[in-house]
């Protein structure tokens, strides 16, 4: 039987946000029980990858070889519990770039599919902003918010909140899926 498979977003989701980016290993911070909450997912059997925005990048506010630094500090931290992210797609755009990869566009979420074979048809990607509850339904995946990072400011815009299931955290969201 083929694993299962979940999307995270990175910032707001598995680690502290900032308004003022993520920009070295250092500002990289776990939201308590995120990792482990990861680690569980990968022990009742679900594949984990990640498709965030990192416009930093474009913006110059740090480097590719950075980003890899702030990837590696999560990837030591997750086996330490006994958890991995399989992957990690990244938008290195800016929002003046017009790609098709950065979110609330699809197609960071269409590489995933066509990279890892697989349909993306109610695949769970949880975010914490608006954006990525869009890139989700339009990659017909399940969009699912939660409250940490951006996600109580995206929850309060929402015209129909009710749309979204929504979670306190990544752990909350973990212990539903396994329990149901």
Not at 88 to 117: S, V
Request: hydrophobic fraction near 40%; include cysteine; charge should be negative.
């Amino acid at each position: 039987m083929a694993k299962k498979l979940i999307i995270l977003d990175r910032d707001g989701v598995i680690n502290q946000d900032s308004d003022d980016f993520i920009k070295s290993p250092s500002e990289w911070i776990p939201i308590d029980g995120s990792l482990e909450a990861i680690a569980r997912l990968n022990h009742a059997g679900y594949r984990v990858v990640i498709a965030t925005n990192q416009s930093g990048i474009a913006r110059e506010l740090f480097t590719l070889d950075t980003l890899m630094r702030i990837h590696e500090k999560m990837h030591c931290a997750l086996a330490g519990l006994g958890g991995k992210i399989e992957a990690i797609f990244f938008c290195p755009h800016g929002p003046k770039d017009h790609c098709d990869c950065r979110k609330p566009k699809p197609g960071l979420l269409h590489n995933i599919a066509n990279r890892l074979h697989v349909d993306l048809h109610q695949t769970p990607v949880i975010g914490d902003s608006l954006r990525d509850l869009q890139a989700a339904e339009a990659a017909d995946a399940q969009a699912i918010l939660v409250r940490t990072g951006k996600g109580k400011r995206t929850l309060n815009k929402l015209e129909n909140p009710d749309h979204y299931p929504v979670f306190d955290d990544l752990a909350s969201y973990t212990n539903f899926l396994i329990n149901q």
